[in-house]
């Protein structure tokens, strides 16, 4: 297993209170495969995604669990073992590529450093940021240019050049086509795909539930905080459990061929004081039709129950130890 997350939690310590942004995640990533992080914003995709790298930014902190990748728990390393994986080992794509790049350097001087600050001389470097260019299907000419000169798609070229330097084990990637249109975003997707098929695994994020049908091996549904499935893309599309995921799917025309397209009704907590039980329960159409579930589904959390192999859900619809 390249990278398993254990019980992680992460809690954000603000001014007006403390933000559950993550509780009792777990799950791992396999060599070579793209998993897909999906759910609503404000869900904890990247509150993970972050906390994976061991960048939750302040005032946040890791309060529970481990992340262990290949091996070795991320959030116990010393900063200068972490800066030897960060941008090598494992590299990082965000949504807006200009809070990553300098706005005050070359595109090329940038792609350069990127490999410097790893050993590699700068003659090398700079051969290779050619290559990368290239592979990112961009003029050479543009290294010498400054990120403001760049288009968003371009400038997202330029952070995938730079997560590729040195074919990563793995990718996080949130939401690195949100900003973008479809045409551009779907470049984008091809080049990620790229470095799949050269063995780095993807670990991607998105609040779109049918981008993330597209390309993945697997998908990971995220809930205020909670992660409440996960299975394979065709066990979450074509069978998805839990009623939040449910209607995720639901929500998208394409996939959901026998019923009419509805939004999920209501909105996702405030974290700072997450309802008890579920978290979902007050927005569940299961739990507002069947009284049975009142005094579980409204009182006790679920633990995620295996239902099929490989296809996780957390919820009372599902039963299993620690569910009844
Ligand atoms: N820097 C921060 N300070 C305080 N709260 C935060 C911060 N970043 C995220 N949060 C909170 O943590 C929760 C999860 O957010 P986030 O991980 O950004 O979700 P997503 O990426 O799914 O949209 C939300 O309630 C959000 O308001
Ligand atoms: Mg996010």
Redesign the pocket.
């Given at each position: 297993m390249l990278l398993e997350v254990k019980n992680l939690g992460v809690y954000?310590y603000?001014l007006s209170g403390v933000?559950r942004?993550a509780e009792n995640v777990s799950f791992s990533v396999k060599e070579g495969e793209w998993i897909t992080f999906v759910?609503e914003?404000?869900?904890?995709?990247?509150?993970v995604a972050h906390a994976v790298i061991n960048l939750v930014?302040s005032?946040?902190k890791v309060v529970t669990g481990e992340v262990i990748f290949q091996g070795k728990n991320l959030l116990a390393m010393k900063p200068e073992e972490l800066r030897r994986i960060r941008g090598k080992e494992i590299s990082m794509v965000f949504q807006d590529p200009m809070t990553s790049l300098d706005p005050l350097r070359k595109v090329g001087d940038q792609i350069i450093e990127a490999m410097t600050v790893h050993g590699v001389d700068e003659d090398e470097a700079r051969k290779r940021a050619k290559e990368l260019l290239e592979k990112v299907n961009l003029p050479a000419d543009r290294l010498d240019y400054y990120p403001h000169q760049l288009s968003g798609g371009q400038r997202q070229r330029i952070s995938i050049a730079i997560a590729m330097a040195f074919n990563p084990k793995l990718l996080i990637a949130d939401e690195p086509t949100t900003a973008l249109d479809v045409i551009v975003q779907d470049a984008i997707m091809d080049l990620i795909d790229e470095m799949k098929a050269e063995g780095t695994s993807i670990y991607f994020v998105t609040h779109d539930i049918s981008l993330a049908a597209e390309r993945s091996d697997r998908i990971a549904v995220?809930y205020a905080?909670k992660l409440v499935e996960i299975g394979t893309t065709e066990q979450i599309i074509e069978n998805p459990l839990h009623p939040y995921t449910r209607a995720l799917v639901e929500s998208v025309p394409d996939l959901w061929k026998e019923s009419e397209v509805r939004a999920i009704p209501g909105y996702p907590p405030d974290?700072r004081n997450p309802p008890s039980g579920c978290r979902f329960h007050p927005r569940c159409a299961v739990f507002r039709e069947k009284g049975e579930l009142r005094g579980l589904c409204d009182v006790k959390e679920p633990e995620p129950v295996e239902v099929e192999p490989g296809h996780l859900v957390a919820c009372h619809l599902y039963g299993g130890a620690g569910n009844e």
């Open positions: 954000y603000t933000v942004g759910g914003s404000g869900s904890g995709k990247s509150t930014p005032p946040g995220m905080g974290l």
